[in-house]
């Protein structure tokens, strides 16, 4: 059984890692004073080595910066980057319509078109956080703007840019309720209350009627539209961090409405998850997997993710506050040494994101395309506070 | 020096697999005679794992036993093979508008639009040569209307379903010019020849001029229309087995010419490729690389596939019949040895597809996706007849 000590040095832990390790390295380094925006691909000591800008990332690492003026501490210089972001993103990362596009150039000129919805995601939780920070009206409207692109592109995701051939075999994704779950959680200041409760209530539902299969326990990716399996690369598909990343998701919406029955079923399917999608061999969380064991068509499949290992951490510390079960205890401290092991830099900040399926680094890189000031930060940020808030309970 | 008792041997040895160990795999495993057309997915032993039908590993096949029909043997089974895939194809594999799918499901109902014009590449690769096997009038027309549609397509060859945003960053791509280039040989019985000749003078004018970089010698998959470098992931980006491929369909048609300065300038730059691409670590070769030694977007980048090896033998047995140079024979005992150890599979036919860095196995799979019956048995067949050539010449 843990103790409160412990507790008091893992939150002491992730608060040093933070603001003494990763959030100096994005201050230090992902500025761009030029142009304004963030530089997102730095190497291991914080050199730019690309200077493109994808939207998703400047997006996440506007959020994190508003989010941590709005709940950590007003420092004036988190707004400050914030509104670097901000003004970029406002001026140049949108399209006549009002869509988001996926990259622009360091300029701010548009190099990708808007062509799925998670650039719009990003961007209206984004600008929700920015707007709650900097009571900018114009970054309000722009979050709205996205939210509402997103409810209203839902069902067709890549619009005309979608390669699926209608009609032959329909399928819905996970991601798709995922992100509007938690983005109903991060707008719900901005939305009418009852709006995004309908919005969660049925996110939810689809989240663990549909994605979760019942006899396996394990989260899929893609169902049919009626919930039904396909015998298909992608039917048969299980991504293991990212099931785990909606199952705090789905804990921290039940917490909120006090639902026990909720939180206990998604830390069911986290130790599921773990289970299934653990490395006996060398340890660590794979990257996709093949529900029956076939090959997967990600060549990627085996290697370890920054991300999927931090979400985990999340998880498994909000799971074991939440229920105490000794289960997501063992689960934490496992996953915990993998991370901390393989992932932190003793030497520089930030932390590595790709490493392969024996845990050495196969990128020397902090940042690239898909890895940007997020999922480090977001995670040491809310395991910090899970610690703390666990310490004073216990 | 070589001798022509090894040449011999090594002839013995690449007929020897891809009749007894190779072909009949795919003879007893891929063929669909339900529905027509050929299974790709099939595991170690052969045993399919999926149903769907990815239309450049059909055509890829039709054109496997096409080819053979053609050039070694016209074995009745191998045009049968072929009519199987030829009629499936024939039937489901395009659109109203005569493009190429890129996926069906399992009886022909298409899964995945024709969003390039890759599809349709090897389709005119496909047709043409059944047309050939067969003397089948709609075969040819089918190779014909495939040919021009490339052409047609061939400045914007995702066409509607391009994501790039027109204007900011113009690129054009190696894959382009040397499929031309390819596929205008292959088809030179069904082409005017004038036609076909402008067409290859073009293609190879622009992979020798525009896309080899004259200071590093290396091959660079993205230029701008200019030929002009781009200091970003995709202009930065070399694909060793993809050059080294592009070299050997130059030393084929220098040779019809008659070119030896062509045929030695590709050959420098299959040199070139292989000290840049050889992991001098565990051995082999790289799938992706950056040219200044940035990491990567594409997180499979050090592993090792079988195509880039067995189109690396290619190359270098055809470099070194062609020039003599001891470069190349050098370089063909290092690539053979590793390519025959970690992707031959001596217990059961074809060969293993996708190995981690170490050379261990990462897929367990003989067919894919992206693996179906094309690279192994063409090189096998290239490298045999190299091989024999070069016996009753030395």
Redesign the interface.
Known sequence: MINNMEFSNLAKLYKNELLNNVLPFWEQYSIDRSYGGYFS?L?REGKV??T?KFIWLQNRQLWTFSMLYNRLETREKWLQIAKNGADFLAEHGRDSEGNW??AL?RAG?????P?NIFSDCFAAMAFSQYALASGDNEARAIALQAYNNILRRQDNPKG??S???PG??PMKTLAVPMILANLSLEMDWLLQSDRANAILDRTVAEVMEDFLDAETGLMYENVTPEAEHL???EGRLINPGHGIEAMWFIMDIANRRNNRDLINQAVDVVLNILNFGWDKEYGGIYYFMDV?G????Q?????KLWWVHLETLVALVMGYRLTGREECWQWYQKVHEYTWKHFADPNYGEWFG?C??RGEV????KG??WKGCFHVPRALYLCWQQFEEGEGKR
């Open positions: 691909c190497d080595y690309d493109d596009y996926f150039n000129k548009p190099l990708v078109q062509y005309k840019y390669k699926v051939y032959t075999r015998d298909c690369f029956k076939y090959p997967p068509q060549l990627e499949w085996n290697q790709y392969d399926r196969l990128l020397n890189l690239g395309k």
